[in-house]
């Protein structure tokens, strides 16, 4: 398999959540965890966004709809996820950026 891009995206709600607390932490090719949240109030496809046990933000809701379901189905170990993007002069919500691709079998 030549691309295994899936998606690439802001994390959304990032100034919401523990971003800020972590920021300096966060550089280009740092791995990123998914978690699916079927219980989420707002959203039931909410898909979260981890560095190490803190909470980033979210998988914006135009994107979670494949990444939830196949988290909820337990192929919880097909994404290889990580900051593609920081860029700390831009608005907080577009600070950073993650690229999802599907793992290579090996």
């Not at 995206?9 to 100034?15: C, P």
């Not at 959540?17 to 972590?22: E, K, M, P, S, Y």
Request: glycine residues 4%.
């Amino acid at each position: 398999m030549k691309d295994r891009h899936f998606a690439n995206f802001y994390i959304a709600g990032f100034t919401y959540n523990d971003g800020i607390d972590v920021f300096e932490n966060l550089k280009i090719g740092t791995p990123v965890t998914l978690v699916a949240e079927p219980e989420n109030w707002f959203d039931p496809n909410a898909v979260a966004i981890y560095f190490n046990e803190f909470k980033l933000g979210f998988v914006p809701k135009s994107e979670n709809k494949e990444l939830s379901q196949f988290l909820n189905l337990g192929y919880t170990d097909l994404f290889e996820v990580k900051i593609n993007r920081v860029s700390p002069e831009e608005h907080p919500e577009q600070q950073v950026s993650v690229i999802v691709r599907i793992k290579q079998k090996k």
